[in-house]
């Protein structure tokens, strides 16, 4: 791999403007610059028990600036503060390549899973939608009520009823599958009209509990029959849904399974640096895992050399990986993860400065 020796000493200079640059603007306790987002919640306290004095807790990192409000997200308790901080991180960039209206992603039926929603394109083809619908119904249905009409809501509940029906099992067992399952690659796809608000199509077979609810959505959702076209009632109720606190926690929630095997993938791969966590979240996502074949060929490849950075090898894995991607969509992969790693790159039709723009040090250590 080539050393980029010039552009790390301009990118050095770049991140010292970051730090300043950002230093004068407030932030609150999650560390996140005011006037981007905010998120009420205070570092949990370990149990008196639990307390390990040896390892003192990691330091949060200095504020980033989001694009995603994170006002009134409610975090999973056991998330240290520098974890919460990583996370949003990742979900801003990440989300970002994902679609342009962050949490409240609304994309019509144009990959044939029905409709998708949030930043990560939860949909009702592979039946990662349907669990936060639940969470909705069952815990806060005050915000499905206030954004929809009567009929609208007994539309979607009754469809939500006929899923638990055939699938047979509630939210708590539909969320360890799909933390066990490897996740469909995502492909990259056009615009087919301006109610797609996303770049990736899901590719991947839809399972057999999840037809109902994709019939349900194409005619239910949709003035025509193909589903492209959004009826305008649905496509507000659904984006004013997306974009409510609550149902943003549990957007968060229904990523946790993401950030979890990032960090074990992390850890065993040995990596200590922030951008390398972003770049294997990103791996999470849009690629769903890495096989045993793919450790192989790294620990194959590592046993081979001698001092080489963690950028060096986070680009091997990268080359690693995208064999396994579909010929088509390999280009894009291999600029997405780039871009993640070397921080700069042109993804999507657009020049891109993560490090500037979301005021993060890519060498921090996490």
């Known amino acids: 791999m080539v050393k980029l020796k010039a552009a790390k000493i301009i990118f050095f200079v770049v991140m010292i403007s970051i730090v300043w640059g ?8 999650l560390g996140v610059s005011q006037g981007s987002t ?15 004095t040896s390892k003192p807790r990691p330091t949060p990192m200095p504020p980033i600036c989001s694009a995603l409000n994170f006002e009134g997200v409610r975090w999973p308790q056991d998330y240290l503060l520098i974890d919460q901080q990583a996370f949003s991180l990742a979900m801003n960039i990440t989300g970002s390549f994902e679609g342009h209206a962050g949490w409240t992603n609304l994309s019509n039926n144009f990959d044939g899973q029905g409709v998708s929603m949030g930043i990560l394109n939860q949909n009702l083809g592979q039946g990662t939608l349907q669990p936060l619908f639940i969470t909705m119904r069952d815990n806060h249905p005050e915000v499905l009520e206030n954004a929809m009409t009567p009929a609208m809501l007994k539309s979607l509940l009754g ?3 006929d899923w638990e029906r055939s699938k047979g099992s509630g939210l708590a067992s539909a969320s360890q599958e799909l933390a066990l399952m490897d996740a469909p690659e995502r492909a990259p796809v056009e615009f087919h009209d301006s ?6 199509a899901v590719v991947g077979l839809q399972l057999r509990s999840n037809s109902a609810s994709v019939r349900w959505a194409k005619n239910t959702l949709y003035s025509d029959s193909k589903g492209r076209k959004f009826k305008t009632a649905w496509k507000n109720a659904l984006k004013e849904i997306a974009g409510h606190p609550l149902y943003v926690s549990q957007q968060i929630l229904a990523a946790r399974y993401i950030h979890d095997r990032t960090l074990e993938y992390k850890n065993r791969l040995g990596w200590q640096q922030l951008r390398s966590y972003l770049f294997l979240f990103d791996i999470v996502v849009q690629n769903g895992s890495l096989r045993e074949k793919h450790f192989d060929k790294y ?6 050399q001698a001092g080489v950075t963690e950028e060096e090898q986070m680009l091997e894995m990268l080359e690693i990986r995208v064999v396994d991607s579909h010929k088509k969509w390999q280009a894009d992969v291999r600029k997405r993860k780039t871009a993640i790693i070397l921080g700069t790159g042109f993804v999507h ?6 490090p500037v723009e979301y005021c993060y040090d890519p060498v921090l250590q996490y």
């Not at 950002?22 to 306790?29: A, L, W």
């Not at 998120?39 to 639990?50: L, N, S």
């Not at 039709?349 to 993560?354: C, F, Y």
């Open 38 to 52: 905010q998120a009420e919640f205070e570092e949990p306290g370990p149990v008196a028990d639990e307390v390990d």
């Open 159 to 161: 469809m939500l009823a």
């Open 195 to 200: 109610d797609v608000d996303k770049k990736y």
């Open 22 to 29: 950002c230093s004068d603007q407030p932030v609150n306790d």
């Open 349 to 354: 039709g657009e020049d891109r400065n993560l």
């Open 299 to 304: 620990d194959a490849w590592m046993a081979e």
